[in-house]
């Protein structure tokens, strides 16, 4: 048992401390910002798919079963497999209805880790909270709980940080 309770603060201690800083993802998303939306756009195109990543797809579930895509062609996946390796997305792309999550990095647990990356919606999701000024957002910023904050980069971007 005090074993397990020693393994499981361990696993909560890495889920927030292998993040790349705000700094240097600003600063990627400055002499990138093309390429983000490039990618964001394709994804869009895809909105049969709710995930994208290197080597799985999941469907929108909300489709008929009938209408559920399998799989991406192969060019097409290899067109996202070459621009996650560019922009350094660790773990691929969510697609929402109305937001599309470039996601850079992740850590620890499905039910006790954090997720990083960048956010395009026009809208704020629902639950997702703004921060002001300069704060940076680390896992001290989200310390209850499941949480989501954000950072505006322009218009209708955003860094990401979740805590699951």
């Known amino acids: ?3 397990t309770l020693v393994f499981f603060g361990f696993v909560l201690l890495q889920a927030c401390s292998s993040h ?5 993802m600003i600063a990627e998303y400055r002499v990138k910002k093309d390429s983000f939306d490039a ?4 994804a869009e195109a895809d ?3 709710s995930r994208i990543s290197y080597d799985f797809v999941h469907p929108d579930w909300s489709l ?3 209408e559920r895509p399998t799989t991406l062609p192969d060019d097409r996946w290899s ?3 070459r621009r996650f390796a560019d922009l350094e997305l660790e773990s691929g792309l969510t697609i929402y209805q109305d937001a599309i999550v470039l996601e850079r990095s992740s850590s ?5 880790g954090s997720s990083k990356g960048f956010l395009r919606s026009e809208n704020l999701p629902t639950g997702v909270v703004l921060l002001e000024g300069h ?5 001290d910023v989200v310390t209850e709980g499941s949480c989501a904050v954000a950072k505006k980069l322009d218009r209708n971007w955003f860094l990401l940080l979740e805590r699951h």
């Open 64 to 66: 008929p079963e009938e």
């Open 79 to 81: 067109d996202y497999r």
């Open 20 to 24: 790349p800083s705000d700094q240097d």
């Open 39 to 42: 990618l964001a756009d394709m």
């Open 1 to 3: 048992m005090r074993l």
């Open 135 to 139: 704060a940076n957002l680390d896992c």
């Open 108 to 112: 620890g647990l499905a039910t006790a």
């Open 47 to 49: 909105a049969e798919f």
